[in-house]
């Protein structure tokens, strides 16, 4: 079993700065892809960002310029840098990873969840 835990989340003024991390741990072979979707309330979880091990890196047209994904491959961890923040990236922040097991077949991890509030 696989687990993403992230952190970095909270209450942040527009214009403002956060960095997320997701840490996965457990019963891993190797990472293909990791990345960040979100949710706002009363809409669909929207992909933000994926940083996948080919060196592929993907963002959302709304966030470009604002947010950075890395990741540290000896630690498991992807980090989301947020800058410039406004009230329309307020949701909930998901990690996500697809994993390649013991068995050898890739699966798709969520994490928990992080909120993360633009607000004045």
């Known amino acids: 079993q696989v687990q993403l835990v992230e952190s970095g989340g909270g209450l942040v003024q527009p214009g403002g700065s956060l960095r997320l991390s997701c840490a996965a741990s457990?019963?891993?072979?190797?990472?293909?892809?990791m990345g960040w979707y979100r949710q706002a309330p009363g809409k669909q979880r929207e992909l933000v960002a994926t940083?996948?091990?080919?060196?592929?890196?993907k963002y959302v047209d709304s966030v470009k310029g604002r947010f950075t994904i890395s990741r540290d491959n000896a630690k498991n961890t992807v980090y989301l840098q947020m800058n410039s923040l406004k009230p329309e990236d307020t949701a909930v922040y998901y990690c996500?990873?697809?994993?390649?097991?013991?068995?050898?077949?890739?699966?798709?991890?969520w994490g928990q969840g992080t909120q993360v509030t633009v607000s004045s």
């Open positions: 996500n990873a697809v994993v390649t097991g013991a068995d050898y077949y890739p699966r798709a991890y």
């Open positions: 457990g019963r891993i072979f190797s990472i293909n892809a």
């Open positions: 940083d996948t091990s080919g060196g592929s890196i």
